[in-house]
């Protein structure tokens, strides 16, 4: 959401919805009107954000997430490194992120 200049008569608020793939404009108003409602779509947002840092910070067990993740993250480094190095003993080139066969191999 947000405001937005069109023409001279100055700004209009504007919300961004989505249909599908397409995304629309859609008039929320301007003036003391739209001032209100942008006030009202800020405090909504901070409220929706607060919720969300204090869900983050009161989960147990952050130490045993990060060091899965920690984990995770090598397992995949590691696979993905013994992949390349298969691929590439087999006969194989990457060509713009695609793995080819070499010509004549």
């Known amino acids: 959401m947000g405001w937005e200049m069109r023409g001279t008569c100055g700004p209009y608020y504007y ?5 599908g793939q397409a995304v629309r404009s859609l008039y929320l108003g301007r ?10 779509t800020d ?4 409220t929706r954000a607060e919720r969300r ?15 899965t ?8 480094h590691l696979a993905d490194e013994a992949a390349r190095t298969a691929l590439y003993a087999a006969g194989y080139h990457q060509h713009r992120g695609q793995w ?6």
Not at 43 to 46: G, S
Not at 53 to 67: F, H, I, L, M, V
Not at 100 to 105: D, E, I, V
């Open 100 to 105: 080819r066969r070499k010509r004549g191999a």
């Open 15 to 19: 919300a961004k919805v989505r249909h």
């Open 31 to 40: 003036g003391e009107t739209a001032h209100a409602i942008a006030a009202l």
């Open 69 to 76: 993740r920690v984990a995770v993250d090598l397992l995949v």
């Open 53 to 67: 840092e204090a869900e983050a910070g009161s989960t147990p067990g952050d130490a045993a997430t990060a060091a």
């Open 43 to 46: 405090i909504e947002a901070r």
